[in-house]
C-alpha cells in the first residue's frame, strides 16, 4: 500500500474513534490489533502507536479532572470488561498517555490524523541515512530522550518540587544543550572523527551499532570518554582554577538548566549534579521502562487490587523496589524508587526511611546500594 492509501487508513480509523470515549477506544483497539483485514495495511507496531495518539487526544477531550480522579482510581472507570493482564496493561497504558496531561504540561491543538502521521514518521524515520554528524546527534538524542522519558513522574507532592532527573519537563532541555553544548564537541574530537571515517555510516543499522558501542561502557569507550570530559569543562570550579576567573558562554549551560527549572517549577541541575548528566547515558530506557512498569503492576496488586485473586502477598512491592535496585546498571533503580515517591502514594517518607535502612547495617553498605535515594532522602524538606 503507498503512502496516500496508508494516511487514508488511518484517517478512516480516527473518524471511526473521534466520537468514542476512552472505554469503547480500548475496545476498538482489542478487536484491530487482531483483525487480519487491519494487518494487511498495518503492522501491530504501526496500530499501537496509532492507538497511543488516538487515546491521548480522547484523554484530552475527557479533561484533566476527570483524568485526574480515574488515575486515583487506578482508571479502572476507564477500563472496560476483560481479562485481568490485558486490563493491567491497558490501566500502565493509560497513565503513561495521561503523564503530560496529569504533570500540566499544555498540548499542541493538532488535528488527530496528522498527530498520527507525525507519531509514526518520528518512530520510524531511519537514523542511518545522511551524513556521521546527524547518525550521532540523533541516536544519543534519542537514546537520553527514551531514558528520561521512562523516568518522568505523573504526580505531585506538595510543596516538593522535582529533582530534574524525574521532572516530566526536563528531557526537552537537556537534548537542546547536549545538542548545542556537548555533542558538536565530542564530534570535534580525533578519536571521533576517526571513527567517522573507519566506515561507511550510511549503512542499515548503523545507529543500532552506534549504541550498541555507547551502552557498552568499556574502559576504551571514546564515546564516553569524550561525554564526561566535556561534562567536567562545565564545572565553573575549572575554569577558575585556570585563571579565567568567569566560565566562557560555550561551556556554560547552566543558566539555561536554571531558566526552565523556574518556568516549570523543579529543581534544575548544578554543576554538583555533572555525576548524574554523565550518568545518563548509560542507561537503557526501554530497560527501566520495562521495571517500572514491573514495579507499578506489583504496587497495585498489592495496595489496590482489581480482585482478590489478584491481590499480591504484602511486601512484594517492596521486594520488587529491592530487586530493582540490585539489578539496574548505574544506580537506575534508585531513580524508579525516587520516581514511585511523587507517582505512588504509599511511597512516603516513611517508606524510603524504612526501605533505607533495610538495605544494610552499616550506613557504608546502605550508601554503597543506593547513593542517589539517600541523597533525596536526605534532600526532602523536614
Known amino acids: ?4 492509501g496508508f494516511e487514508s487508513k488511518v484517517a478512516e480509523l480516527v473518524a471511526v474513534t473521534q466520537r468514542l470515549d476512552v472505554p469503547r477506544i480500548l475496545m476498538v483497539r482489542r478487536m484491530t490489533l487482531h483483525d ?3 494487518l494487511k495495511w498495518a503492522n501491530q507496531r504501526q496500530l499501537e502507536l496509532i492507538f497511543s495518539v488516538i487515546l491521548e487526544k480522547a484523554l484530552e477531550r475527557t479533561g484533566s479532572d476527570v483524568v485526574h480522579a480515574a488515575s486515583l482510581d487506578q482508571f479502572d472507570s476507564m477500563l472496560p470488561p476483560g481479562d485481568d493482564a490485558v486490563r493491567d496493561q491497558e490501566r500502565w497504558m493509560l497513565f503513561d498517555l495521561s503523564r503530560a496531561m496529569l ?8 488535528n488527530t490524523t496528522d498527530a498520527v502521521m507525525e507519531e509514526l514518521a518520528a518512530d520510524e524515520t531511519p537514523i542511518d541515512s545522511g551524513d556521521f554528524a546527524t547518525l550521532f546527534d540523533e541516536t544519543i538524542a534519542r537514546h537520553t530522550r527514551r531514558t528520561l522519558n521512562a523516568l518522568a513522574c505523573t504526580g505531585t507532592r506538595p510543596h516538593i518540587p522535582h529533582p530534574f532527573v524525574v521532572s516530566p519537563h526536563f528531557a526537552p ?13 565530542i564530534r570535534s574530537t580525533r578519536r571521533i572523527k576517526e571513527m567517522a571515517a573507519s566506515r561507511n555510516w550510511q549503512q542499515k543499522g548503523s545507529a543500532n551499532r552506534l549504541l550498541s558501542m555507547i551502552l557498552a561502557d568499556q574502559d576504551q569507550n571514546p564515546i564516553l570518554y569524550y561525554w564526561d570530559l566535556r561534562w567536567q569543562g562545565f564545572d565553573p570550579a575549572r575554569a577558575t582554577a585556570k585563571g579565567k576567573g568567569t566560565i566562557r558562554p560555550e561551556d556554560n549551560p547552566w543558566d539555561i538548566f536554571k531558566e526552565d527549572g523556574t518556568a516549570h517549577e523543579y529543581i534544575p541541575p548544578y554543576y554538583t549534579d555533572i555525576p548524574m548528566l554523565q550518568r545518563l547515558i548509560r542507561y537503557d530506557g526501554d530497560e527501566i521502562a520495562e521495571a517500572w512498569q514491573r514495579i507499578a503492576q506489583i504496587y497495585q496488586q498489592e495496595f489496590a487490587p482489581t480482585s482478590k485473586n489478584d491481590q499480591a502477598r504484602q511486601g512484594a512491592f517492596r521486594d520488587a523496589i529491592l530487586s530493582a535496585i540490585e539489578k539496574l546498571d548505574n544506580h537506575a533503580g534508585d531513580l524508579l524508587v525516587i520516581r514511585a515517591f511523587y507517582d505512588l502514594p504509599k511511597v512516603d517518607r516513611m517508606f524510603l526511611k524504612m526501605l533505607i535502612q533495610s538495605l544494610g547495617r552499616s550506613e557504608m553498605e546502605r550508601n554503597r546500594k543506593a547513593p542517589l535515594l539517600i541523597q533525596f532522602f536526605n534532600d526532602l524538606p523536614r
Open 36 to 38: 487480519p483485514e487491519t
Open 1 to 4: 500500500m503507498d503512502a496516500k
Open 173 to 185: 532541555v537537556f537534548e537542546r544543550v547536549i545538542r548545542d553544548y556537548v555533542l558538536k564537541s
Open 103 to 110: 504533570a500540566g504540561v499544555k498540548t499542541e491543538d493538532e
